[in-house]
């Protein structure tokens, strides 16, 4: 059976470039695969593949010595496929989460991303693509808009970067009865890694955790603090 890989969910781009004690999150994502040319897929469908956010990509990964890459289209053509089929490293980008989702559906990229990491790649959930990543979402990211599911590799319900509501969006779909009893706040500049199980690490910024406790109705908060990568 294929060791999964850690999963790595960041608010935003910022910690791709940051550089902590001698070592960045890129190149501690490189020691741990075992090849000499890493290939690494960008899904920009939650932005419409905008030109600009790849170029961030391309940027990062280059720096970490990263050079094999390409960004799959919404239309997942042929040659997408076949790339991140093989990709040692997937980054689903932000954007609009629900946008996002429609498209992986659409045309197949939510199996594509599932089968992938079943078979050893390592993932990477910036924004809308960390929310993706766990278990629901609101559509238009709105506590009035129905739930739907996303990718479920994350046993958790993701908030990125809304601080400035004190996460009223996550509170509210964990306590959903529709939605998932857990979730994790990540603010601007934070990262967490989640490992295969089930524990996790913060990186750069200290995280918030909530569990939804049914009976009591109430949430119970942790805050946990960041660690040097």
Request: charged share 20%; proline share 4%; with cysteine.
């Amino acid at each position: 059976m294929t060791e999964l890989s850690p999963i790595y969910l960041l608010a935003d781009s910022r910690p791709l470039f940051l550089n902590e004690g001698g070592v960045s999150l890129l190149s501690r994502i490189k020691a741990d695969i075992d090849k000499s040319i890493i290939k690494a897929a960008y899904v920009g469908a939650s932005n419409g593949d905008e030109p600009a956010f790849y170029e961030l990509f391309t940027e990062a990964m280059t720096a970490a010595g990263i050079d094999d890459l390409r960004m799959i289209s919404a239309f997942f053509e042929p040659e997408d496929k076949a790339f991140i089929a093989d990709a040692d490293i997937i980054l689903l980008a932000g954007g609009d989460v629900d946008l996002g989702w429609k498209t992986f559906q659409a045309v197949g990229l939510d199996d594509a991303i599932r089968g992938r990491y079943q078979d050893g790649a390592t993932l990477i959930g910036v924004s809308a693509g960390a929310v993706q990543l766990g278990m629901r979402a609101f559509k238009n990211s709105s506590p009035k808009q129905e739930i739907f599911n996303t990718l479920q590799i994350i046993p958790l319900c993701i908030g990125a970067h809304e601080e400035a509501s004190e996460w009223a969006n996550l509170k509210a779909l964990i306590s959903h009865q529709k939605g998932w009893p857990r979730g994790l706040g990540i603010p601007f500049g934070g990262a967490v890694i989640c490992y295969p199980d089930q524990s996790y690490e913060t990186v750069y910024q200290p995280i918030h955790e909530w569990i939804y406790l049914e009976e009591e109705q109430a949430f119970k908060e942790s805050l946990i603090m960041s660690n040097v990568v």
